[in-house]
T-cell receptor, first 114, second 114 residues
Framework: DQQVKQNSPSLSVQEGRISILNCDYTNSMFDYFLWYKKYPAEGPTFLISISSIKDKNEDGRFTVFLNKSAKHLSLHIVPSQPGDSAVYFCAATLYGAGSYQLTFGKGTKLSVIP | ETGVTQTPRHLVMGMTNKKSLKCEQHLGHNAMYWYKQSAKKPLELMFVYSLEERVENNSVPSRFSPECPNSSHLFLHLHTLQPEDSALYLC?????????????FGPGTRLLVL
């Protein structure tokens, strides 16, 4: 059973508009959430993160929102640019009893149309 | 023996030295990973192995050379490193490669290059 879910495999947005990528999780013990961006033939690169004790983190055009009660987080990109076209992965971490887990969602492919 | 183990836990080496990091997973997983975590930066994926075959190499300098002799063991051979390579090197494994899989991490090797 997937603990981190990205239910939209793809998303198309017009250049200059807002892109909203969504992620749901099931484990309330996750303590940190991350968004990674992946271009074809490259590994994922870190984009932005948020601690479970916060509800918003902003970095330039990227903002991540966390709703713990709904176990939901979202990534907003404003304004969207063609270079943002990539696959975006949501990930969550869990520390406990000397172990560390990092769980990725399956990704959402964003296409920004010029 | 539990989870994912890494040795050594700490390593100090000069720029002309050759050393190896070892990772072993006792989970029966098919995929193993090397990550680098520098100070105040998120995890950077370095290499991915699936059933002993390298499936991903994220533009890592050739002074880092991975080896996966079997599905339970993963090595990272180091030679002529630079001081900026000082970081925490984490090994992880998952049942199969893929972004939806939960990755289980070892405790890491803290590397200092002088």
């Amino acid at each position: 059973d997937q603990q981190v879910k990205q239910n939209s495999p793809s998303l198309s947005v017009q250049e200059g508009r807002i892109s909203i990528l969504n992620c749901d999780y099931t484990n309330s013990m996750f303590d940190y959430f991350l968004w990674y961006k992946k271009y074809p033939a490259e590994g994922p690169t870190f984009l932005i993160s948020i601690s479970s004790i916060k509800d918003k983190n902003e970095d330039g055009r990227f903002t991540v929102f966390l709703n713990k009660s709904a176990k939901h987080l979202s990534l907003h990109i404003v304004p969207s640019q063609p270079g943002d076209s990539a696959v975006y992965f949501c990930a969550a971490t869990l520390y406990g009893a000397g172990s560390y887990q990092l769980t990725f969602g399956k990704g959402t492919k964003l296409s920004v149309i010029p | 023996e539990t989870g994912v183990t890494q040795t050594p836990r700490h390593l100090v080496m000069g720029m002309t030295n050759k050393k190896s990091l070892k990772c072993e997973q006792h989970l029966g997983h098919n995929a193993m990973y090397w990550y680098k975590q520098s100070a105040k930066k998120p995890l950077e994926l370095m290499f991915v192995y699936s059933l002993e075959e390298r499936v991903e190499n994220n533009s890592v300098p050739s002074r880092f050379s991975p080896e996966c002799p079997n599905s339970s063991h993963l090595f990272l051979h180091l030679h002529t490193l630079q001081p900026e390579d000082s970081a925490l090197y984490l090994c992880a494994s998952s049942q199969d490669p893929g972004e939806g899989e939960t990755q289980y991490f070892g405790p890491g090797t803290r590397l200092l290059v002088l």
